[in-house]
T-cell receptor, first 117, second 114 residues
Framework: EPEVTQTPSHQVTQMGQEVILRCVPI?????FYWYRQILGQKVEFLVS????????KSEIFDDQFSVERPDGSNFTLKIRSTKLEDSAMYFC???????????????FGEGSRLTVL | KNQVEQSPQSLIILEGKNCTLQ??????????LRWYKQDTGRGPVSLTI?????NTKSNGRYTATLDADTKQSSLHITASQLSDSASYIC?????????????FGAGTILRVKS
């Protein structure tokens, strides 16, 4: 069964360092997302990406964050200068576009746990 | 403001028992409502997706109901198993120009004990 894969599963970094989280969405999906979940809290939307550009971003997704689809398969989230409060589980998700309206099922990866020291 | 409220916050039941989780929402314009199961430290996995016209949908021992008039949904788990221990997240989707905007609830943490 196709799945969304994420690497690394866990990354520990020092405050101020740059981090890149990688995702390989399901191959025929056209919508890509990043979410984060701080320990014990709800899942929060960061950004959605469609047709090689950001379609929406939340207030959390400030100038320290960026996303990229560098090739036909990878979708990356970069945090330029990590802060302690960036410690969280980051989930990548993808879904299949349906007639321009994304009503399809959202498939999540297993997450990348980021710990900022 | 688009919000999704879930209750109870947490629940402990004995293996084999049934339980019902609640979700109330104020999301507009409504597109669909999804229930996800999230095991600890894992990504959410979809259980059901219901559109405006659907009142009930089942997936094995999971049955979701939707009342679009009162903006309420429930997830009923029958004959619970230890593996049902997880967080159950209600997610309501609103239409917008480029697709769907998903509003997440905080989840109900279910623990099934033997």
């Amino acid at each position: 069964e196709p799945e969304v894969t994420q690497t690394p599963s866990h990354q520990v970094t020092q405050m101020g360092q740059e981090v890149i989280l990688r995702c390989v969405p399901i191959s025929n999906h056209l919508y890509f997302y990043w979410y984060r979940q701080i320990l014990g809290q709800k899942v929060e939307f960061l950004v959605s990406f469609y047709n090689n550009e950001i379609s929406e971003k939340s207030e959390i997704f400030d100038d320290q964050f960026s996303v990229e689809r560098p090739d036909g398969s990878n979708f990356t989230l970069k945090i330029r200068s990590t802060k302690l409060e960036d410690s969280a589980m980051y989930f990548c998700a993808s879904s299949e576009a349906v007639a321009g309206r994304n009503t399809g099922e959202l498939f999540f990866g297993e997450g990348s746990r980021l710990t900022v020291l | 403001k688009n919000q999704v409220e879930q209750s109870p916050q947490s629940l402990i039941i004995l293996e084999g028992k049934n339980c019902t989780l609640q979700c109330n929402y104020t999301v507009s314009p409504f597109s669909n409502l999804r229930w996800y199961k999230q095991d600890t430290g894992r990504g959410p996995v979809s259980l059901t997706i219901m559109t405006f016209s659907e009142n009930t949908k089942s997936n094995g021992r999971y049955t979701a109901t939707l009342d679009a008039d009162t903006k309420q949904s429930s997830l009923h788990i029958t004959a619970s198993q230890l593996s049902d221990s997880a967080s159950y997240i209600c997610v309501v989707s609103a239409w917008w120009e480029y697709g769907n905007k998903l509003v997440f609830g905080a989840g109900t943490i279910l623990r099934v004990k033997s």
